[in-house]
Nanobody, 126 residues
Framework: VQLVESGGGLVQAGASLRLSCAVS????????IGWFRQPPGKEREFVAL????????SYADSVKGRFTISRDNAKNTVNLQMNSLKPEDTALYYC????????????????????WGQGTLVTVSS
């Protein structure tokens, strides 16, 4: 399984960006896809996820109400729509895939995910 992120860039505070994660392989529907981010000098943190199949989303409190995750099983892609961006959203954003079934709390941690993309940089200026 390979994951490729795209859509990052430099924007001003209040702007929007849409990140995409393209996933190779014929078993896309069996993976939960998560988005994580790593701010400069900090550890990687959970942002959002969408469960396998037609599952429900989950968001970190810091992005709830501003970010929306969606998946297109026909196109093997997961999108992260980011609105009302803040300087503190500046980070390298990664998508990751977790096979199998997990409790929700496990899917908030990096250790649950087996496959990772290379990341796309989001910079929000004030």
């Amino acid at each position: 399984v390979q994951l490729v992120e795209s859509g990052g860039g430099l924007v001003q505070a209040g702007a929007s960006l849409r990140l995409s994660c393209a996933v190779s392989g014929r078993t896309f529907g069996t993976y939960t896809i998560g988005w994580f981010r790593q701010p400069p000098g900090k550890e990687r943190e959970f942002v959002a996820l969408i469960r396998r199949g037609f599952g429900s989303p989950s968001y970190a409190d810091s992005v709830k109400g501003r970010f929306t995750i969606s998946r297109d099983n026909a196109k093997n892609t997961v999108n992260l729509q980011m609105n009302s961006l803040k300087p503190e959203d500046t980070a390298l954003y990664y998508c990751a895939a977790a096979p199998g079934s997990y409790v929700l709390s496990a899917l908030w941690t990096t250790e649950t995910y087996d496959y990772w993309g290379q990341g796309t940089l989001v910079t929000v200026s004030s």
